[in-house]
């Protein structure tokens, strides 16, 4: 009872950071209240027994917020002002209902919290160690259930280096040497 | 990136080792405790990112510079699918090679096949491309500052 309480106040608090950090003017503390919502997530994963999420969330939470406030430090901290009601805004709203819509006619028939809605992860709790030997059951399914899906990844990661590489590429021959 | 005061200096030189340690211990015990190739790559690039932030990256050059890691990524990935294409070859699927290297018992080091292999793979590829791009972000802010 006490997690659930817990989860609840940490989901209040990424609430109002995710809010925070659109609406401020100053860019810093948007970042920061970023990282609230990232940070808190966190401990939402952990509290939910994932540590494995939790671990992945952590690291890459620190990393982005480095990159964004070295970003922050070679340009300004003052966001562009934005109209608080558009028509794009209006439209985002608009799809925003349809889909709240649609959603909750389809959440009723979803199993209650807790209970999976696919039955395969019975399978991987009753097999997985003599299937695989390995005894962290994420580390089973991620790298030999669903290798396919790692490989995916894996390419994904891969092409975004490449994508910084290309962009570095064009910098260098630009300057005309290679950057120490 | 100048790098910072003597303080950030002296304390990051103190615990660099430990953070890099600890992303190899979490990539070499992906199959027995929570983590795995992803989350320890993770944390390699993020102690190679602190020892950029705090001695620049004229210093941090000579450790580790910004060919090897994306020489790092790409044998990664490579290792990966060697390995992948390995097992498919054998008639597995991703699978623990049976055979080839023993099941061994679970919740030793030595278990699940082929898994702690992709790990492995998977933590070299992850450090090489965060550092790779990390590296490359500072690279563009320097050239930013001389012009």
């Known amino acids: 009872m006490e997690i659930i309480l817990v989860q609840w106040i940490l989901l209040v608090f990424m609430v109002v950071g995710a809010i925070i950090a659109v609406e401020i003017k100053d860019l810093l503390s948007a970042v920061i209240a970023a990282g609230v919502v990232g940070f808190s997530l966190t401990v939402v994963f952990l509290l939910l027994q994932a540590p494995d999420v939790a671990i992945v969330q952590a690291g890459v939470e620190v990393i982005t917020l480095i990159m964004l ?93 490449l994508g910084v590489a290309a962009v570095l590429r064009g910098f260098k021959s630009k300057k005309g040497g290679k950057e120490e | ?70 020489v790092l990524d790409s044998f990664g990935a490579f290792l990966f699918v060697a390995i992948a294409s390995g097992a498919i070859a054998l008639g597995y699927f991703f699978a623990p090679y049976l055979g080839l290297i023993a099941m061994g018992t679970p919740a030793q080091w030595f278990s699940a096949g082929g ?26 802010i320097m050239m930013g500052e001389e012009e």
Do not use: C
């Not at chain 1, 979803?110 to 696919?118: M, S």
């Not at chain 2, 990539?27 to 102690?47: E, K």
């Not at chain 2, 001695?55 to 090897?68: F, H, P, R, V």
């Open chain 1, 69 to 161: 406030v070295a970003a922050l430090a070679k340009t300004t901290r003052e966001g562009i002002p934005t109209p608080w009601m558009s028509t794009g805004i209006l439209l985002g709203l608009v799809f925003l209902l349809l889909f709240l819509g649609t959603f909750a006619t389809g959440l009723t028939d979803l199993p209650p919290f807790g209970n999976p809605a696919i039955n395969v992860t019975n399978y991987y709790f009753q097999h997985g160690v003599q299937d695989t030997g390995a005894i962290n059951l994420v580390a089973a399914i991620i790298l030999d259930y669903r290798g396919y899906d790692t490989l995916g990844e894996a390419i994904v990661l891969f092409t975004s280096a």
């Open chain 2, 1 to 70: 990136m100048k790098g910072m005061s003597l303080i950030v200096r002296t304390i990051s030189r103190l615990i660099v080792a430990p953070i890099l340690l600890f992303g190899i211990y979490i990539v070499l015990h992906g199959h027995l405790t929570p983590g795995g190739g992803f989350p320890g790559g993770v944390i390699i690039a993020a102690g190679i990112a602190l020892l950029i932030l705090s001695y620049g990256l004229k210093a941090t050059t000579k450790k580790i510079n910004y060919d090897t890691t994306k």
């Open chain 2, 115 to 140: 898994i702690p292999y992709y790990n492995i793979a998977i933590g070299i590829k992850v450090a090489g491309a965060l550092a790779a791009m990390f590296i490359g972000l500072v690279i563009v």
